[in-house]
């Protein structure tokens, strides 16, 4: 590297000289011109005018920079001085007669004179690369002309290298690459404007270490013939031009500027018309070849183009054809002209672009998946994916802000909205009933156009459908249309928001509820009856109602599948309700509130506002649990009946006749196992026992059932014994729920299988809490004692009277003998001395009706209440507070 004084003054002295060089010569010019004294230097010579658009110099002379110049001499780089270097740009003038034929018969012109012959000036600029000597500013080291087919090479960064046209090598080694960069950016203008046969080439070292790497810069480049009459040879050149100009991007870039300019791709599909009307097979294989070379080019504007209205059906004909398959043809321009899918408006909208985008995107979808899906790359792949994507998003966008979207949604209106609307109200009823099927058809193609938008783009278009009231439009298509498909767009749409965010739709759903009840006037915040409107749902159960018909009516595994996590999600108690106004549950918001309401240290002493902060946050957590019993309360009273209608045993004659696969019946299983352990015990108990489901579900452990399904139901029934609730016990045994079960222990006990596994559990389940407890000793040498649990006792007191000659054939097995001794223990007497066991409770008086809703509320009051008496008990006393004796030895 060769290091230079950048504060060198011979450099601003050369900087001057040219300054004023170049400001002498305007000066002189500009006399010249005036005066016409000068004979020499004038630009009117003999007479004749030069025109000053003869003369078109786009390319300035370049600021001085520091280099160093070397020439090759014997192999070696010989150092010639150094200076300072200028691309500067001169005008060279030669006098060229142009004889004229004159004949005796042609007369003379009278505007021409004869005394001045006829001549043309054809001025021609120059480009030098110009080196002054830095220590002699007059002495030039350096002056290059840039020339003939010379290729300049820049390597790494502060080098330029080339042989002239006399065959000298020469380099210049500049101090800095801002240098190089001015120079480099000469030579490129010089090439582009008039000198088209130089080039310059980058040079730089692999990336491996090996070898280096040319890239074309500027240079010589060919193109293809714009001929109006194409041929095969200029087809066939045209092919090679274009493949050999795909290895160099700058090559590639003067190519696609050269088909955008010169409209190329027309001349092209013209040629195609003329040459499938002579049938000439070969041209016809060139041209799709020829397009196909265009495509891999991977450039925006021109994929564009071709799908654009004036290009679309010639470009799929011409790649009808494939040197592939050269004796067959494809039909594509039939299948869009007859069969194809049509462009066809809900509403008519008078934004013509956005027309040209929707079909540009389909037709982007169909070169994709049609016509081009042999043959592209991922290169190509990708940028139509991308470009593809800008469209839809261009769409969807234009939905947001545009009121075609609100038109469609009140199609789906209530009638009286509607006799309003003047849009609606003359449509005939058939009419009305096509465009809402169309309305649906437009929605689901948003909806699945919106899967590959960001993350951010989908919720905001999603939170707009939601607000826009779309569960009136899901409504309609589930309980209105008839029509199978409508139904299944519908219900891929629903799966496809609630695949994006579940809790996005029931934030925005208790957003609109909770405005309802502001708005009201009679409304009560602290009733949560207030919402229960008779014969109307709530806002907040349209996703629910739509899923539980969803899951009731599709026919899809896999569908089905997706309901039911998401109904688990939407009825789960710690996700239905709190969120953060985007869908995303946030289960420490309550938590973090308080901590921000919290007394800071700059306000310590002011009890006042830390009560006030605190009260606060009580009155929140009191909304919310509010907020919370009235959401399933309304679950309970609109949802569920419908949801578990195949459960339900006191239902309807005309539901009851309905036939329900087995596998819809284990989905509708396992939610009511889920409701029965994570809702509050009253509310799913009082719907469960009241609407005999219990029952139900016994009968499903039958023989009639695939097992799948049979041990379902086992699974529900263990789960919901292991509650210990006494109300379900004292429904199961007054109605022998548990005959099924061990029917089917019967038949599977001798069997190494999930039945026996299964049954063999509950038992497992109910011997554990009876198995009595040793008493322990604590630290303090007192005996500790614990209450067996009454209800199980009472439950395996049941089972083994009523099943004893079954469990005897079977007490090897190790929980069905346990609970046989666990029953003799009790039978004998020998838990009496210290087991509390309520008298009342006892299998002769378990009523066979369930309790009402008071009297369950009142029994569990009670018991609560016991179970507080019972933690005073002192460890030592044998009698408790309510005078009940207590376990206290074996």
């Known amino acids: 590297m ?108 009278l505007n021409e004179t004869s005394a001045n012959p006829n001549v043309t000036k054809l001025v021609k600029p120059k480009a030098f690369l110009v080196v002054s000597n830095e220590e002699v500013p007059n002495q030039v080291l350096l002056e290059s002309k840039l020339e003939g087919n010379v290729e300049y090479q820049r390597q790494e960064e502060t080098l330029i290298v080339w042989k002239d046209v006399e065959g000298h090598d020469i380099a210049l080694s500049f101090e800095e690459s801002v240098g190089c960069d001015t120079i480099c950016n000469f030579i490129v203008q010089v090439q582009r404007n008039f000198e088209r046969n130089i080039s310059l080439v980058a040079v730089r070292s692999s ?136 462009f066809k408006e809900v509403f008519p909208t008078e934004n013509n672009d956005l027309k040209e985008i929707i079909k540009k995107c389909f037709r982007l979808q169909f070169l994709k998946d049609v016509v081009l899906v042999r043959f592209f790359d991922d290169g190509n792949i990708n940028l139509v994916l991308d470009i593809i994507l800008d469209f839809e998003t261009c769409i969807i966008n234009f939905l947001q802000m545009d009121p075609f979207l609100t038109r469609i949604m009140n199609l789906y209106e209530p009638q009286d909205k509607q006799e309003n609307n003047e849009l609606i109200s003359i449509l005939t009823e058939t009419e009305l009933k096509e465009k809402k099927r169309d309305g649906i058809k437009l929605l689901h193609q948003c909806v699945q156009m919106s ?31 008839t029509d199978s498909n409508v139904r299944i767009m519908a219900t891929d749409t629903i799966i496809t928001i609630i695949e994006h965010d579940i809790l996005l739709i029931q934030n925005i759903q208790h957003e609109k509820s909770s405005n309802t009840d502001n708005s009201d006037p009679d409304h009560d915040e602290n009733d949560i009856d207030n919402s229960d409107t008779p014969g109307k749902q709530t806002e907040d159960m349209k996703l629910l109602s739509i899923l539980s018909t969803i899951l009731l009516t599709d026919k899809s595994p896999g569908l089905r599948e997706q309901v039911v996590q998401a109904l688990n999600t939407l009825l789960h108690p710690d996700g239905c309700i709190n969120g953060n106004g985007e869908g995303e549950y946030d289960s420490d918001g309550m938590l973090s509130n308080f901590n921000n309401n919290s007394l800071m240290d700059d306000d310590y002493g002011d009890e006042q506002k830390w009560f006030n902060s605190t009260m606060d946050m009580a009155r929140e ?51 009511l196992s889920f409701i029965s352990t994570e809702h509050n015990r009253i509310m799913s108990r009082k719907f469960i026992l009241e609407n005999g489901i219990l029952n139900t579900v016994s009968k499903l452990v039958g023989r009639d059932h695939i097992l799948q399904l049979r041990l379902t139901a086992v699974r529900a029934i263990k789960n ?70 009454s209800n199980f006792l009472l439950l395996s007191k049941y089972l083994v009277e009523r099943f004893n000659d079954l469990l005897i054939q079977f007490d090897d097995l190790p929980f069905v003998k346990a609970l046989l001794i666990q029953n003799e223990i009790i039978h004998d007497g020998i838990l009496d001395k210290g087991e509390e066991f309520d008298g009342d409770e006892t299998l002769e008086n378990i009523p066979t009706e369930p309790l009402t809703e008071e009297d369950q509320i009142t029994e569990e009051a009670r018991d609560e209440t016991h179970d507080i008496e019972m933690t005073s008990v002192e460890t030592d006393s044998s009698v408790n507070q309510n005078g009940k004796r207590v376990y206290s030895e074996i």
């Open 2 to 109: 060769i290091t230079l004084d950048t504060n060198s003054p011979s450099k601003q002295a050369i900087l001057k000289m040219m300054q004023r060089e170049s400001s002498g010569d305007c000066e002189m010019e500009g006399d010249e011109i005036n005066n016409g004294n000068n004979k020499e230097n004038s630009h009117l010579m003999n007479g004749e005018h030069i025109n000053n658009n003869d003369i078109n110099i786009q390319v300035n002379n370049t600021d001085l920079k520091r280099v160093k110049v070397y020439v090759l001499e014997d192999n070696e780089w010989k150092d010639t001085g150094t200076g300072f270097c200028m691309g500067k740009i001169a005008t060279e003038t030669s006098m060229a007669k142009i004889a004229t034929e004159t004949t005796e018969t042609t007369p003379t012109p």
């Open 451 to 481: 899967k590959n938008l960001d993350l951010s783009d989908k919720t905001k278009f999603y939170r707009y459908l939601i607000q826009k009231d779309l569960f009136n439009v899901l409504q309609y298509a589930f309980n209105i249309e």
């Open 621 to 671: 957590i009191d909304m919310n649990d509010l907020q919370l019993k009235r959401y399933f309360k309304n679950f309970y009273d609109q949802i569920a009946p419908k949801l578990f209608a195949p459960l339900i045993s006191n239902i309807s004659t005309d539901v009851k006749n309905i036939q329900y696969d087995d596998y819809l019946l284990i989905h509708i299983v396992k939610l």
């Open 207 to 342: 990336d491996t270490g090996v070898g280096s790497v040319h890239e074309i810069i500027a240079g010589p480049i060919s193109l293809p013939s714009i001929d109006q009459k194409q041929t095969t040879p200029t087809l066939m050149e045209a092919l090679r031009i274009l493949n050999g100009n795909t290895v160099y991007d700058y090559l590639k870039n003067e190519t696609v500027e050269f088909v955008l300019k010169n409209k190329y791709i027309d001349l092209l599909i013209n040629y195609f018309h003329e040459a499938e009307e002579k049938q000439c097979l070969k041209d016809l294989l060139l041209l799709s070849s020829i397009i196909k070379t265009l495509i891999l080019y991977n450039n925006r504007d021109i994929i564009e183009l071709m799908v654009d209205d004036a290009h679309i059906m010639g470009i799929i004909g011409i790649l009808e054809y494939d040197t592939e398959f050269p004796t067959m043809k494809a039909n594509h321009r039939s299948y869009l002209e007859t069969s194809g899918p049509s």
């Open 720 to 789: 919901i014994v292991s509650l210990n609730d006494k109300y379900y016990y004292r429904y199961m045994i007054s109605n022998n729920l548990f005959d099924s079960m061990f029917e089917l222990l019967k038949n599977n006990i001798n069997k190494d299988n999930l039945a026996n596994s299964c049954i063999q559990d509950f038992f497992k389940i109910i011997s554990t809490n009876c198995a009595p407890i040793i008493p322990s000793t604590n630290e303090n040498n007192t005996t500790e004692t614990t209450q067996l649990k």
